[in-house]
């Protein structure tokens, strides 16, 4: 291969390699946010619980617990939290997409760190470049639904919904169902401001760290 197309090839693989790695974040904050109790608890306090469900602090913080505990990965402990049968079975699908999105992050990390390393062999630079453009690609859609969720939250939410899911288990009712009551709609959209801003913090820390190795290098 000649070398201009082993640099184009090198760009195009750090550049590919670098909006799966993004990707892998945005997997990563969704786990950490979604296994969080504390989380949960902070933002439903902000949401006027637990009083709006008719539940103690305490009852709240041990569902809490239970469900960042089984979201976590152990299906055991849907037995034991204190909803019907058709919000159990809502939180099966839940506990599913949450296998999944663990088994994509995995997936999209090693993918990510053999197409970064395979570039940076052939091209040898570039790699804050590429960094920063593969920001687009992960960047763009997200922020496109993030515009969409700020004018129409309840659309976006809806679509986000049956997007993911193949029933409609997750149209609960906010007046008997106490699933709903611990996360109505406010709590989501704290949630999904909660992963947004994380996700940009994290995704920032990239560039940043290759250009402070650029530059370090200049005083070496």
């Known amino acids: 291969m000649e070398k201009a197309g082993k640099r184009r090839w090198g760009w195009g693989l750090m550049l590919a ?27 439903q306090q902000g949401n006027g619980l637990p009083e709006a469900a008719e539940i103690t602090l305490e009852e ?12 976590s990965g152990d299906a055991q402990v849907l037995e034991e939290l204190p909803f019907q049968s058709h919000e ?22 090693a993918a990510a760190i053999v197409l970064i390393l395979s570039g940076w062999l052939l091209r040898r630079e570039g790699a804050l470049r ?5 920001l687009v690609p992960a960047v763009l859609p997200l922020l496109l639904f ?13 679509a986000f919904h ?5 029933n409609d288990l997750w149209q609960l009712d906010a007046q008997t169902d106490l699933l709903l ?14 992963i947004a801003l994380r996700t940009g913090m994290y995704a920032m820390a ?14 070496v």
């Open 88 to 109: 159990k079975l809502h939180m099966e699908d839940v506990f599913a997409l949450f296998e999944k999105l663990r088994f994509a992050r995995n997936l999209l990390f």
């Open 206 to 219: 990239v560039p940043l760290a290759l250009a402070g190795i650029r530059i370090g290098r200049n005083f």
């Open 146 to 158: 993030g515009i969409w969720a700020a004018v129409d939250f309840g659309g976006a939410f809806t």
């Open 130 to 134: 590429a960094c920063l453009w593969g």
């Open 162 to 166: 049956r997007a993911l899911f193949r």
């Open 17 to 43: 390699g670098f909006a799966i790695f993004y990707w892998m974040l945005v997997c990563t904050v969704i786990d950490t946010c979604g296994t969080n109790a504390e989380l949960y608890s902070q933002l």
């Open 181 to 194: 009551m611990l996360c109505p709609e406010g709590f989501f959209r704290d949630f999904a401001a909660v």
């Open 60 to 71: 709240m913080e041990t569902i809490d617990q239970q469900l960042a505990q089984y979201l």
